[in-house]
Protein backbone atom coordinates (compact mmCIF):
# COMPACT_ATOMS: atom_id res chain seq x y z
CA UNK A 1 0.00 0.00 0.00
CA UNK A 2 1.51 3.40 -0.87
CA UNK A 3 1.89 5.75 1.36
CA UNK A 4 0.55 9.29 1.60
CA UNK A 5 2.15 12.09 0.01
CA UNK A 6 2.27 14.11 4.02
CA UNK A 7 4.76 10.92 4.44
CA UNK A 8 6.87 10.47 1.11
CA UNK A 9 10.84 10.96 1.17
CA UNK A 10 11.31 15.41 0.48
CA UNK A 11 13.08 16.46 -2.27
CA UNK A 12 15.47 18.65 -0.66
CA UNK A 13 14.66 21.58 -3.22
CA UNK A 14 11.43 21.23 -2.45
CA UNK A 15 9.66 24.71 -1.96
CA UNK A 16 12.64 26.63 -2.26
CA UNK A 17 11.68 27.91 -6.00
CA UNK A 18 8.87 30.66 -6.36
CA UNK A 19 7.44 28.91 -8.85
CA UNK A 20 6.85 25.80 -6.20
CA UNK A 21 3.99 28.20 -4.82
CA UNK A 22 2.22 29.07 -8.07
CA UNK A 23 -0.82 26.81 -7.13
CA UNK A 24 -0.95 29.52 -3.95
CA UNK A 25 0.21 32.60 -5.18
CA UNK A 26 -2.94 32.48 -7.74
CA UNK A 27 -5.63 31.21 -5.38
CA UNK A 28 -4.38 34.43 -3.42
CA UNK A 29 -4.82 36.53 -6.41
CA UNK A 30 -8.22 35.40 -7.74
CA UNK A 31 -9.78 35.55 -4.14
CA UNK A 32 -8.34 38.86 -4.21
CA UNK A 33 -9.98 39.93 -7.70
CA UNK A 34 -13.02 38.34 -7.04
CA UNK A 35 -13.36 39.83 -3.64
CA UNK A 36 -12.61 43.47 -5.43
CA UNK A 37 -15.05 42.65 -7.93
CA UNK A 38 -18.12 41.96 -5.81
CA UNK A 39 -17.66 44.86 -3.64
CA UNK A 40 -17.42 47.16 -6.80
CA UNK A 41 -20.37 45.60 -8.34
CA UNK A 42 -22.22 45.86 -5.10
CA UNK A 43 -20.62 49.47 -4.72
CA UNK A 44 -19.45 48.09 -1.42
CA UNK A 45 -16.57 49.45 0.84
CA UNK A 46 -13.12 47.80 1.68
CA UNK A 47 -14.42 45.74 4.39
CA UNK A 48 -16.55 44.17 2.20
CA UNK A 49 -14.03 43.57 -0.27
CA UNK A 50 -12.29 42.01 2.27
CA UNK A 51 -15.10 40.05 3.31
CA UNK A 52 -15.56 38.68 -0.12
CA UNK A 53 -11.57 37.93 -0.51
CA UNK A 54 -11.58 36.06 2.86
CA UNK A 55 -14.50 34.38 1.87
CA UNK A 56 -13.54 32.89 -1.09
CA UNK A 57 -10.13 32.14 0.20
CA UNK A 58 -11.31 30.05 2.84
CA UNK A 59 -14.09 28.15 0.58
CA UNK A 60 -11.23 27.39 -2.12
CA UNK A 61 -9.22 26.11 0.64
CA UNK A 62 -11.69 23.89 2.54
CA UNK A 63 -12.85 22.51 -0.61
CA UNK A 64 -9.03 21.59 -1.64
CA UNK A 65 -8.81 19.77 1.37
CA UNK A 66 -12.17 17.81 0.88
CA UNK A 67 -10.76 16.61 -1.53
CA UNK A 68 -9.00 14.18 0.42
CA UNK A 69 -9.61 14.38 3.69
CA UNK A 70 -7.44 11.60 5.13
CA UNK A 71 -4.43 12.86 3.33
CA UNK A 72 -5.46 16.15 4.49
CA UNK A 73 -5.89 14.92 8.29
CA UNK A 74 -2.84 12.81 8.16
CA UNK A 75 -0.53 15.90 7.67
CA UNK A 76 -2.52 17.96 9.72
CA UNK A 77 -2.11 15.84 12.48
CA UNK A 78 1.65 16.51 12.40
CA UNK A 79 1.65 19.98 13.24
CA UNK A 80 -2.00 21.11 14.70
CA UNK A 81 -1.54 21.19 18.35
CA UNK A 82 -5.73 19.89 18.56
CA UNK A 83 -5.50 17.68 15.38
CA UNK A 84 -2.98 15.92 17.25
CA UNK A 85 -5.45 14.92 19.69
CA UNK A 86 -7.73 14.38 18.08
CA UNK A 87 -8.08 13.13 14.76
CA UNK A 88 -11.72 14.12 14.34
CA UNK A 89 -10.73 18.10 14.18
CA UNK A 90 -8.79 16.63 11.31
CA UNK A 91 -11.43 15.96 9.53
CA UNK A 92 -13.59 18.51 10.66
CA UNK A 93 -11.14 21.48 9.73
CA UNK A 94 -12.11 22.05 6.15
CA UNK A 95 -15.76 21.86 7.26
CA UNK A 96 -14.75 24.54 9.75
CA UNK A 97 -12.94 26.83 7.25
CA UNK A 98 -15.80 26.33 4.45
CA UNK A 99 -18.43 27.87 7.53
CA UNK A 100 -15.85 30.32 8.36
CA UNK A 101 -15.54 31.30 4.74
CA UNK A 102 -19.15 31.17 4.24
CA UNK A 103 -19.53 33.07 7.10
CA UNK A 104 -17.53 36.27 5.26
CA UNK A 105 -19.30 35.51 2.25
CA UNK A 106 -22.46 36.27 3.32
CA UNK A 107 -21.55 38.98 6.17
CA UNK A 108 -23.79 36.82 8.53
CA UNK A 109 -23.01 37.63 12.67
CA UNK A 110 -19.39 39.25 11.34
CA UNK A 111 -18.23 39.57 15.10
CA UNK A 112 -18.89 35.78 15.39
CA UNK A 113 -16.81 35.26 12.32
CA UNK A 114 -13.95 37.69 13.21
CA UNK A 115 -13.60 36.24 16.69
CA UNK A 116 -13.75 32.43 14.87
CA UNK A 117 -11.27 33.03 12.25
CA UNK A 118 -8.98 34.64 15.46
CA UNK A 119 -9.07 31.67 17.07
CA UNK A 120 -8.78 28.88 14.91
CA UNK A 121 -6.38 30.69 12.44
CA UNK A 122 -4.20 31.74 15.65
CA UNK A 123 -4.14 28.44 17.49
CA UNK A 124 -2.87 27.06 14.38
CA UNK A 125 -0.25 29.76 13.76
CA UNK A 126 0.95 28.35 17.10
CA UNK A 127 0.97 24.42 15.75
CA UNK A 128 2.83 25.76 12.56
CA UNK A 129 5.59 27.65 15.04
CA UNK A 130 6.08 24.68 16.83
CA UNK A 131 6.52 22.40 13.98
CA UNK A 132 8.66 25.01 12.47
CA UNK A 133 11.03 25.46 15.41
CA UNK A 134 11.55 21.49 15.64
CA UNK A 135 11.86 21.52 11.72
CA UNK A 136 9.41 19.14 11.01
CA UNK A 137 10.03 18.30 7.30
CA UNK A 138 6.16 17.40 5.46
CA UNK A 139 4.17 18.68 3.16
CA UNK A 140 2.06 21.44 3.63
CA UNK A 141 -1.21 20.05 3.72
CA UNK A 142 -2.85 23.64 3.63
CA UNK A 143 -3.92 23.58 -0.08
CA UNK A 144 -5.04 19.83 0.10
CA UNK A 145 -2.75 17.54 -2.07
CA UNK A 146 -2.12 20.02 -4.87
CA UNK A 147 0.64 21.63 -3.35
CA UNK A 148 3.89 19.98 -3.04
CA UNK A 149 5.63 22.08 -0.99
CA UNK A 150 6.71 21.99 3.01
CA UNK A 151 5.09 23.17 5.61
CA UNK A 152 6.92 26.61 6.03
CA UNK A 153 7.01 30.71 6.98
CA UNK A 154 4.30 30.46 3.88
CA UNK A 155 1.11 28.72 5.99
CA UNK A 156 2.41 30.71 9.10
CA UNK A 157 2.19 33.87 6.84
CA UNK A 158 -1.05 32.84 5.67
CA UNK A 159 -2.96 31.78 9.31
CA UNK A 160 -1.60 35.31 10.79
CA UNK A 161 -2.65 37.37 7.80
CA UNK A 162 -6.32 35.90 7.85
CA UNK A 163 -5.89 36.41 11.70
CA UNK A 164 -4.74 40.61 11.02
CA UNK A 165 -7.59 41.00 8.69
CA UNK A 166 -10.43 39.87 10.69
CA UNK A 167 -8.71 41.74 13.43
CA UNK A 168 -8.71 44.93 11.50
CA UNK A 169 -11.96 43.94 10.03
CA UNK A 170 -13.63 43.96 13.11
CA UNK A 171 -11.85 46.99 14.72
CA UNK A 172 -12.98 49.13 11.80
CA UNK A 173 -16.72 47.74 12.28
CA UNK A 174 -16.62 48.84 16.09
Known amino acids: MAKDPAF ?37 DMIAGMHYAMGFFLCVFALLKLFHPTAFADGFEMYDLLAKRSR ?41 ISALRRGLDINCPCMGSILDVPLSTVTLTEDLGMVVMAIIMWSMRL
Open 88 to 128: LYGYLYPVIELILGLGFLSMLFPQVVYAATILILGFGAIGV
Open 8 to 44: KKQDENRGTEIADYWPLFSLILVSLLAGVAIAVSTRG
